[in-house]
């Protein structure tokens, strides 16, 4: 028996079904297309699995954090390319070229008992009614927004995210550091000033007694965001 | 159109680099009034549009939906990278879906033993086999056996099921060369499966 590996049909082309469906095609192929499509299986078949990849991507991949995910690759870009290509344009239009630097934590001196090593980096969204997006330094955390934090772990295999306010310390995530957003956003209630300590470590770090930065463990690597509102 | 960086609004041509804020609603390439977030709803309108079909491509590569959801980000930034040509492209869907092939493909190399093994798999469960085999998950281990440029013939002739003629088109590609790629892809199937193949009729 020979076996079949498929190929395009007569008339049938699953990435021309594709195109009927965003609107790509028009005139004569549109009409072609659309009549071919009444009465052909294969066809149907593609459209159903269109259907499929639509809820597969929405179950995976909800919007924010796809958003929050590209958004966080595009701050990413080495920042010799990103001068290179804003520089001519910032000066042309007289105005200082500022990176989104301080979206993104990068290890800083923790003190006595905090060791740093590696690269480790970690990026804030926020998430409001306006969509997501990565707070400016001096932004206010919005009423009723969630927060997203999209991690870089490096070589750490276990991190702790740790809400801090006056008297009172929320654990908000605590387990594998996988390079992207943590599997949970959440919403900050507080008034005032809020810390979010990220605590990336290669063993398992109990965050119920961490209440400062004083508590993070020996060899553990702290990033740390300041929350206000 | 405007762009935020760093908390300062920049002007810039009709074409750029997304900044950091991402909006949902508003039009794609709208003006951003004064003071007003931008750049308006770009992202969103492209993920409605085409993040399902993208994502779709890299699961059916990459078999691993982490990675698919990393390598769908990594191909709407390239996309965003180079909106200029995503916009003029004559077909959006298919100019977005041959940059998530050609990124999946990048990292299946990347990741050849693996790729292989997957191959040695099929090829064990072949000589027990009775039942018809799935055969895009066929096209996609065999993959692993064919050359660079026939690898993306393959995909584009038979997943996106274009005719030659179209991926000449697509690849800028004389006709006779991309029949010489579907035929050196045809020949490292028949090698890896060790069966006869069902041509098609413009082979």
């Not at chain 1, 400062?212 to 965001?225: C, I, M, T, Y």
């Not at chain 2, 100019?95 to 099929?122: D, F, G, M, P, Y």
Request: proline content about 6%; hydrophobic content about 45%; overall charge neutral.
């Amino acid at each position: 028996m020979n076996l079949d590996l498929g190929g395009p049909g007569p008339g049938c082309s699953a990435l021309r079904v594709r195109r009927l469906l965003a609107g790509e095609l028009s005139g004569v192929e549109k009409e072609r297309t659309e009549a071919h499509l009444t009465g052909c299986e294969r066809c149907a078949a593609v459209r159903q699995e269109i259907a499929a990849e639509r809820e597969a991507l929405r179950r995976d991949v909800p919007f924010p954090e796809f958003a929050a995910g590209v958004a966080e690759k595009l701050a990413h870009r080495p920042r010799r390319d990103f001068v290179s290509r804003w520089a001519p344009l910032a000066a042309a239009a007289g105005l200082a070229l500022v990176a989104g630097t301080a979206l993104v934590l990068r290890p800083a001196d923790t003190g006595p008992g905090t060791q740093i090593k590696g690269s480790a980096s970690a990026q804030l969204f926020v998430q409001d009614e306006t969509g997501v997006h990565g707070p400016a330094a001096d932004e206010w955390v919005p009423d009723g927004a969630r927060l997203l934090v999209s991690l870089r772990p490096e070589q750490h295999k276990r991190v702790a995210a740790v809400l801090i306010e006056t008297g009172e310390a929320n654990v908000i995530y605590q387990g594998p550091a996988v390079k992207g957003t943590l599997p949970q956003a959440f919403e900050w209630t507080g008034k005032g000033v809020a810390t979010l300590l990220l605590v990336l470590s290669d063993s398992p770090v109990d965050a119920k007694t961490i209440r400062s930065r004083d508590d993070v463990p020996r060899g553990a690597e702290v990033l740390q965001f300041t929350l206000r509102r | 159109m405007r762009v935020r960086s760093g908390g300062l609004f920049l002007e810039v041509g009709p074409v750029s680099v997304l900044g950091l804020r991402v909006v949902v609603g508003g039009r794609a390439g709208e003006v951003a009034g004064p003071g007003s977030p931008a750049p308006a709803g770009l992202l969103a309108e492209l993920y409605e549009k085409h993040a399902a079909a993208v994502y779709g491509r890299c699961r059916y590569l990459l078999k691993d939906d982490a990675e698919a959801k990393d390598a769908l980000q990594d191909v709407f930034v390239k996309a965003l990278r180079a909106l200029p040509e995503f916009r003029a492209a004559a077909s959006p869907s298919t100019w977005i879906l041959r940059i998530a092939t050609h990124h999946c493909l990048n990292l299946l190399r990347a990741h050849k033993a693996l790729w292989r093994e997957q191959l040695r798999t099929v090829q064990a469960e072949r000589r027990v086999e009775t039942e018809s085999p799935d055969r895009r998950e066929l096209v996609r281990v065999v993959l692993a056996a064919a050359p660079e440029e026939a690898q993306e013939v393959a995909v584009l002739y038979f997943v996106d099921e274009l005719t030659q003629a179209e991926i000449a088109q697509e690849m800028g590609r004389s006709l006779p060369t991309i029949r010489k790629r579907l035929r050196e892809f045809l020949a490292c199937a028949r090698e890896a499966l060790g069966v006869p193949l069902q041509e098609g009729g413009d082979l």
